[in-house]
């Protein structure tokens, strides 16, 4: 099968998100489509489901036009698709949400679950899965999501597939699994779009790149030679440096300690297993480690959203163990939450007030109990053009915002005031290259004036090139402190699998 | 900032997590020794022997005086324990035994010396629980669909007046068929502004509710006043169902009312079937949770949240028509605030089918036995014994039902683009 967009311009109010796009997709080729935050990359793939309608433009199925009223319509034409958020119902089992619109019923609407259950099952074993019907959607990590949403896609037949920024919330060895469900799909005959912002992986995957800028096709690259620093070029416009540049690091004195903390989930289960560290200030230090190894319920603890059955936390000295978040906020502590739209946004709020949440109760935010939203309003202008966030205004509510940009308002709230400490976790989730470039170089500054600044993240590359020091969390306990410099990628892989170390802390 | 959708979605939220706290807390044991104290201090002071009468002639006595000390003493230990060290996973039975063995003393305390029809209180409950199982099942219907209708109140009185007036004209159950589809239109209304127009829901709702709480009054003296034979509808006789009304003591109460009874029941085991069983119940629920999931899979939300808001209207108007079969006739206001005690079913029933019919029978009962208190003349206060079925339903049934929380996408509208 072969997909064609002929001329898509898509409007909304203030922005042209797609400027008479033209793409082509064939069947057993993987396409790449990579493009910065808000470039339109989603609303053309939301377009090419069903879920947008263009303004202008057609979609050809092998060369006949067809019109998509709905998702339905592209479904039944064999479209399927794995969005960025996950559309997945939390309280339903993993076979419902497979099979919701399109379930197989015996008489009277009754849905045929033990048929459904076995289908699931079966294409979960067809292409390595591992996933269990009956399980409860909202218990599983993201990664296991994920493989629902594969094969929601797959029970539905679907002959192209769209994956928009699959990866951004795997594990690397998740993510050498997506791509061998990938090339599995491709060797079927199946056409794949793959939407990513992490350049490395879409020269290993795609037979043609695709790149998007501010709404208009900038061009097409080879995969097999292009470099990512020409890629990112491609997409920012301008040379973008791929790893920022940073002196050594000046730690001084001691500005967080953490003694003997542990965590422990309802059921009493360790989650972080008595840990010490100490972060200097001017010191940035890195937690790696694979998701789900205690470096959540640790960070959640650190800001105050989750209490410790034993340890203490100090900050320049004072025991903060049990200060409220607020508190916290207010002694200088910055966080930067791992689940953006969950604990990061209030996503119907504006821009404004999403980046008023964290002072809005003092001066210049409010004068007495009266919000000051003109100050507000000042503030955000400025935030919005420093930090690049794109937007049509300051009064946009975060929820239209593309992903990218959603996590530019936190992380524009989060460190534009006054800090001592700055806890991030996975600040560039979903980012693109010209602003993961920013954001780190940001991080940089923060250490530089004397901020003790605390990364944590999944991600090897982040992790390699931002810290001074590096600690490797595996099953709550903290395995590895080893300093950057005298340290390798493949050496904290294998602490990150668990093959060394020892509990060391 | 919050809309009224998002405050009420916020009350609602408190007050599932209070009942929680209710259930989990030692406070338990406190209540206890109040209640113990109350027995001792009040529900000795009739003597004499109560009579608690059966069907069929059958009844039974006891002494109130020695009973009341006797449970006053165990609630008294009881209480003790809980504080103590907890009742652990036996809280659950206790609280329900506690409830049921101090109702059982109280009634005895106001029946002594005489006796009093206990099977046909019992009996009673049931009817009044028929109209708030469907106020609650239209309610669940809507709520499930994401959909906020605190306009029950509306649709239920709608419902009892074109019941009352069409059955006075043509005749009962062609009354019965208007009644639906009045109310029916009603939450057509409500869904149109709401989807369509996204107003905000609890709005909506509340203009639905005054508009025909005004519209049947109005109508009610200018028609229904002018001439008895337009508001004279025969009440319904009790249909005793063959064989399983000669049951003793469960028959009469559960197998001696009218249709409107049996459908009520019928329609909670549908319902319940329905939503864990069809695929009209996945794609609601789908609709309710993440109305976006559903969406990108191709399941209409608005179209479904339409037929699911008028469907429940008819049901709501079916409800309405409980009145006119019961008493006969329509008065002004004659539902009387049972349409907003039905969303509080809904809640405190944690939005499943039979959550809310374990509500809805237990706001019967208390509302039977206000009745009966009130006609036993037993000296507490008339404000307290009115206050009873409210108190009761939310503190009976907060410690028998599991977690929950409202659908996640109640009260919002959905828009695709
Ligand atoms: N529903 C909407 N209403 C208004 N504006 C929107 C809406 N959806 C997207 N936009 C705007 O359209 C532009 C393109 O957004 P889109 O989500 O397609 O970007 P993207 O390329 O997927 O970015 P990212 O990599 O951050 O996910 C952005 O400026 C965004 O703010
Ligand atoms: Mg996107």
């Known amino acids: ?505 | 900032m919050s809309t009224p959708t998002e405050v009420y979605r916020d009350a609602q939220l408190a007050v599932g997590r209070s009942l929680e706290q209710i259930k989990r807390s030692r406070n338990l044991g406190i209540v206890y020794l109040i209640l113990a104290a109350i027995t001792a201090w009040r529900l000795t002071s009739h003597a004499g022997t109560a009579t608690f009468n059966l069907s069929g002639g059958h009844s039974f006595g006891v002494a109130a005086t020695p009973l009341a000390w006797v449970v006053a003493g165990s609630l008294a230990v009881m209480g003790g324990v809980q504080l103590a060290r907890g009742l652990g996973k036996w809280q659950t039975a206790a609280l329900a035994a506690v409830a049921v063995v101090f109702i059982f003393t109280l009634l005895a305390w106001a029946a002594a010396p005489n006796s009093f029809a206990f099977v046909g209180m019992l009996s009673q409950g049931v009817t009044y629980s028929a109209p708030l199982i469907f106020g609650a099942m239209a309610g669940i219907m809507c709520e499930r669909s994401g959909v906020v209708n605190i306009a029950i109140e509306g649709l239920l009185l709608s419902g009892a007046f074109t019941s009352a007036l069409v059955g006075s004209v043509v005749n009962f159950w062609v009354g019965v068929g208007a009644a639906m589809v009045v109310a029916a239109l009603f939450a057509w209304f409500l869904a149109w502004l709401a989807i369509r127009f996204k107003v905000d829901q609890v709005i909506v709702g509340f203009f639905i509710n005054f508009f025909v709480l005004g519209l049947t009054s109005f109508l009610g003296n200018r028609i229904l006043a002018v001439d008895e034979a337009y508001n004279q509808v025969r009440t319904l006789v009790p249909w005793k169902i063959p064989g399983l009304h000669s049951i003793p003591v469960i028959g009469p109460i559960l197998f001696e009312q009218t249709i409107f009874v049996y459908i009520a029941f019928a329609l909670v085991a549908f319902l319940a079937w329905a939503f864990a069983k069809t695929r009209w119940g996945l794609r609601t629920r789908a609709i309710g949770e993440h109305p976006r999931a559903a969406d990108t899979l191709g399941v209409n939300v608005n179209q479904l949240r339409y037929r699911n808001v008028i469907a429940a209207g008819a049901v709501a108007g079916f409800g309405g028509s409980w009145w006119t079969a019961n008493v006969g006739r329509f008065n002004e206001n004659i539902t009387n605030g049972r349409g907003f005690i039905a969303l509080a079913v809904v809640i405190v029933g944690r939005w499943s089918p039979a959550g809310a019919l374990a509500g809805a029978l237990v706001f019967g009962f208390f509302d039977a036995m206000e009745a009966k208190l009130s006609f036993l003349n037993t000296g507490i206060p008339g404000e307290f014994v009115q206050m009873l079925p409210y108190l009761a339903t939310i503190i009976v049934v907060a410690g028998f039902v599991g977690r929950s929380r409202a659908p996640r996408a109640a009260g919002q509208a959905y828009d695709s683009q």
């Open chain 1, 1 to 505: 099968m072969e997909l064609e967009l002929r001329g898509i311009t898509k409007r909304f109010p203030g922005v042209v998100a797609n400027d008479n796009v033209n793409l082509t997709v064939r069947g057993g080729e993987v396409l790449a489509l990579l493009g910065e935050n808000g470039a339109g990359k989603s609303t053309l793939m939301n377009i090419l489901y069903g879920l947008y309608r263009a303004d202008e433009g057609e979609i050809l199925i092998d060369g006949e036009t067809v019109h998509f009223a709905s998702p339905r319509d592209a479904i039944k034409a064999g479209i399927g698709m794995v969005h960025q958020h996950f559309m997945l119902v939390p309280n339903f089992s993993v076979a419902d949400n497979v099979i919701l619109g399109v379930e197989p019923t015996i008489s009277l609407g009754r849905i045929n679950r033990r048929s459904a259950r076995k289908r699931v099952a079966q294409l979960s074993r067809d292409f390595g899965l591992d996933l269990d019907p009956d399980a409860l959607t909202e218990t599983l990590a993201v990664g296991i999501q994920q493989r629902i949403e594969i094969v929601k896609v797959l029970f539905r037949d679907a002959k192209v597939v769209v994956f928009d920024e699959p990866t951004a919330v795997l594990t690397p060895q998740e993510i050498e699994d997506f791509f061998r469900i990938v090339e599995t799909l491709t060797a079927a005959g199946r056409g794949v779009v793959f939407i990513t912002h992490k350049l490395k992986e879409a020269g290993r995957i795609a037979d043609r790149i695709v790149v998007l800028r501010r709404g208009k096709t900038v061009g097409e690259a080879d995969p097999k030679t292009a470099t990512p620093a020409q890629l990112a070029e491609m997409m920012v416009g301008r040379p973008v440096e791929l790893v920022v540049s940073k002196t050594e690091a000046e730690g001084s004195t001691t500005m967080l300690k953490v003694s003997n903390l542990a965590v422990t989930d309802p059921d009493g289960r360790l989650l972080v297993n008595h840990v010490n560290l100490e972060v200097r200030a001017g010191e940035i230090v890195g937690i790696a480690g694979v998701q789900g190894n205690g470096q959540s319920e640790l960070v959640e603890t650190l800001v105050g959203l989750r209490r410790p059955i034993d340890g203490t936390v100090t900050l320049d000295g004072a025991d903060i163990t049990h200060l409220t978040p607020r508190d916290r906020h207010r002694c200088g502590v910055a966080h930067i939450p791992e689940d953006r739209q969950r604990d990061g946004l209030v996503s119907s709020f504006s821009i404004t007030e999403n980046l008023a949440l964290t002072g809005y109760y003092e001066a210049p935010l409010s004068k007495g109990v009266n919000m000051n939203w003109e100050g507000a309003r000042t503030e955000a202008e400025r935030l919005v053009r420093d930090f690049d966030i794109r937007t049509p205004s300051t009064e946009t509510t975060t929820g239209k915002l593309s992903g990218g940009n959603q996590q530019k308002v936190i992380v524009a709230r989060e460190i534009s005031r006054p800090l001592k400490l700055a806890i991030a976790s996975q600040p560039t989730r979903g980012v693109d290259v010209g602003s993961i470039e920013y954001i780190h170089q940001r991080l940089v500054e923060l250490r530089d004036k004397g901020v003790a600044v605390l990364v944590v993240s999944t991600e090897l590359d982040e992790i390699m090139a931002l810290s001074d020091r590096i600690l490797v969390m595996f099953d709550g306990d903290i395995i590895a402190d080893l300093q950057r410099s005298e340290t390798s990628h493949n050496d904290v892989g294998l602490y990150m699998a668990g093959a060394k170390g020892e509990h060391i802390s």
